[in-house]
């Protein structure tokens, strides 16, 4: 069964810095793509990034590249993201999501309701002054 467990959220100043870590279980990260959605109020659910199973290969929604970087440490099963020059805009409820598509179009996508089947509970960001 899988399970995600997220950690790392709170409120930061405008330009800080959070890591967000998502304990992963049930499967090894070698068998599923996992990734990071979030939600602000009253939007859908957005395709922040993602690291692919096997390969590794990252997909960060334009928004947030250059200060968003998603890793993956196989000894603690744990995907992490480091979110970095955080704006008022990133403030979200951030899931971790395993099992789904890690491609383009996953990171340029705004899903209304939850478009996958294994989800976390969701961590809280908040960027304010």
């Known amino acids: 069964q899988v399970q995600l467990v997220e950690s790392g959220g709170g409120l930061v100043q405008p330009g800080g810095s959070l890591r967000l870590s998502c304990a992963a279980s049930?499967?090894?990260?070698?068998?599923?793509?996992v990734g990071w959605f979030r939600q602000a109020p009253g939007k859908g659910h957005e395709g922040v990034s993602c690291i692919s199973s096997a390969e590794g290969i990252t997909y960060t929604r334009d928004s947030v590249k250059g200060r968003f970087i998603i890793s993956r440490d196989y000894a603690k099963s744990t995907v992490y993201l480091q979110m970095n020059s955080l704006r008022p805009e990133d403030t979200a409820l951030y899931y971790c999501v395993a099992d789904f598509p890690c491609d383009e179009t996953t990171v340029v996508a705004t899903y209304r309701t939850k478009p996958f089947d294994s989800w976390g509970q969701g961590t809280q960001v908040t960027v304010s002054a």
């Open positions: 049930g499967f090894t990260l070698d068998d599923y793509a």
